[in-house]
């Protein structure tokens, strides 16, 4: 019995999310905000090839897919000014899989920390791959 209970309470530990509040955007939100001409600041996680076969209009390519190392914490500071110099809304956007979503998690405390209010701060909810308007969408189709 103490076997079992141990087990799950890893299990647990180790499928959990970490308790940390963060502003999820559904894409459908997100669309009306672009379609009805509120400025935001889209931050894109990707990987800069695949940045490049698909994001959102208007993103900005950071290629900061996991936002673990100093490299990729100064790529989204490069975002910084122009997020700082306004009031608009921050949306991160990720690449997909559970390492996308970590990035994404890793981002939105990263500009926390650096003093964006969290009011400002989304993360689009399912990344990427949950982003379906095609019409708000650049593609390279080579």
């Known amino acids: ?81 122009a997020i700082k110099s306004s009031d608009r809304a921050v949306v991160i956007i990720h690449a997909p899989g559970k390492m996308g979503r970590i990035g994404a998690g890793n981002a939105y405390e990263h500009y926390r920390s650096r003093g964006v209010a969290e009011r400002r701060l989304f993360i689009l909810n399912g990344g990427i791959d949950n982003w379906s308007y095609e019409n708000l969408t650049e593609t390279n189709k080579e």
Request: with cysteine.
């Open 1 to 81: 019995m103490k076997t079992a209970l141990a087990v799950l309470c890893m299990a647990l530990l180790f499928f959990s999310v970490p308790a940390v509040a963060q502003n999820y955007l559904e894409p459908e939100v997100l669309k009306q905000w672009l379609e009805g001409g509120r400025s935001v600041i889209l931050i894109d996680l990707q990987p800069s090839d695949a940045f490049r076969q698909r994001h959102i209009r208007g993103s900005v390519m950071t290629n900061a897919y996991s936002v673990k190392s100093v490299e990729q914490q100064d790529m989204l500071d490069t975002a910084l000014p």
